[in-house]
C-alpha cells in the first residue's frame, strides 16, 4: 500500500519555502560580502569590537565573536511571555519534483519546510502555537547568515580567522542544543527514525530527553516507523518512546535494534531488548501513560499542547504518511545523495538543526 500524500496546502507551501531558500543561497554564494556586512552591522550593534592582542593583531574578529554569542543566547530562542508553542524538530527529507535538485541532480524537499509549513499554518488559527528552530529570532538569524555555504565562510576570513571546516556544524549544534533545551510540553519531530549521522539524534533527541519541561514521553515522530520494517518491529519498536532513544543505522553504536533482527526474535527476547534500551531513560514529568499508537485519533496543535500527557495525534494533526524515498537534509537546498528510509548516506555537509537542527 503506498503512503498518503501530504496535505496538498502543506505540501505546496513546503515547496515554495524550499525554493525561496535556494534562491537566497544561492545570492548569498554570489554577494558573500552583503551577508558579512550583516553580521558585521549585528555585532556592532550589540556593541562587540575586534578582540586585539596586546600588539594590535586580531585574535578574534566581532563578526565571530557575535555568531558564537548568538549560538548561546536564550533570549532569541524564548517565546513571547505567556506563549507555550508546541516546538517542532527535524531531519531528513523527500523527494519531490518541483523542489530544488541536489548535488546529484536529485529534487529534494527537507523536512525543515515541511515543519516551517506546518508551524505557519497553525499559527494562522492560533498564533504563537507552533514554531521551529529557523522561525524563530535566534535561528533566523543565524540561518541568513549562510555559514553552510564556503563563500561566506571565507569572506569571513577562512580558518585563519577562527571559520575551519567544522563551524558552522558547531553553531548549529549549539544553538540546537539551546533550543531544545527551552522546549517546554510536547514537541513534534518530522522524521521516522533519528539517524545517527543527523544532528537530531546526535544532539536534539538527547536535550530533549533531558530536558525536564519536555522528557521522554513528550515526544512525538509526526511519521509512522518506516513501512520497509517487519510489522511487529513497526507495532513494537515503532512506538514514540522507542523510536526517541533507539537507532536503526548503525550496528557499531549504542541503542541499535536491527528491524529485521528484532522481528525474528522471540517475543521475551524482544521485550528484554526494549527494557535494556530504555532502562534509566527518564520520562516527562508527572504520571507515566501509556504511548499511542499511530492510529490514535488525532488531536488540535493546541490541545495536544495544553494537555501534552493525553492522547497524540497519529502522524500529523492533518494525518499522512512519510513517503519512502528519503534523502539527506542539506541547509541550503541541496543534499548530496539519496537513500532509503532509516538508513541516509552521510551528506558531504553536516546537518542543521532540526535540532539537525540541521538534520
Known sequence: MSPEPIPKHIEEGAVARANARHKAALDAKADPDSVVARISAAAEAAGLKDKLTERGVLQESKEKRYIDSLAKDKAKLTPPDGAKPISAFWSHGIEHPDAPKNYDGIPF????????????????TNPGSAQTLETIQGGRELDNMFLWE????????????????????????????????????RVNVFA??????????????????????VGLDNIHFVYEAPRSWPEVTRTEAGTNTVRAVAQFDN??????????????????????????????????????QAQPQAQAPAVKAAEQQAAPKGPAAPLWQMGFQQPQTVT????????????????PPLALRPLATGMDGPA
Open 109 to 124: 524537499l527537507s523536512q525543515r519546510f515541511i515543519a516551517e509549513e506546518w508551524a505557519a499554518q497553525q499559527n494562522k
Open 150 to 185: 564556503p563563500e561566506v565562510i571565507e569572506a569571513l576570513g577562512g580558518a585563519d580567522a577562527g571559520f575551519g571546516p567544522g563551524y558552522a556544524k558547531a553553531k548549529w549544534d549549539e544553538i540546537s542544543a539551546t533550543y531544545g533545551g527551552l522546549a517546554e510540553g
Open 251 to 288: 550496528k557499531d553504536l549504542p541503542h541499535y535494534i536491527d528491524p529485521q533482527g528484532f522481528a525474528a526474535d522471540t517475543p521475551e527476547a524482544r521485550k528484554a531488548k526494549l527494557d535494556s534500551l530504555l532502562e534509566g531513560v527518564a520520562p516527562a514529568p508527572g504520571p507515566a
Open 328 to 343: 539527506r537534509p542539506e541547509r541550503s537546498g541541496p543534499t548530496p545523495v539519496a537513500g532509503s528510509p532509516g538508513a
Open 192 to 213: 521516522d527514525t533519528g539517524n545517527t549521522r543527523a544532528v537530531l539524534y546526535q544532539k536534539e533527541l538527547g536535550t530533549l530527553r533531558g530536558n525536564e519541561n
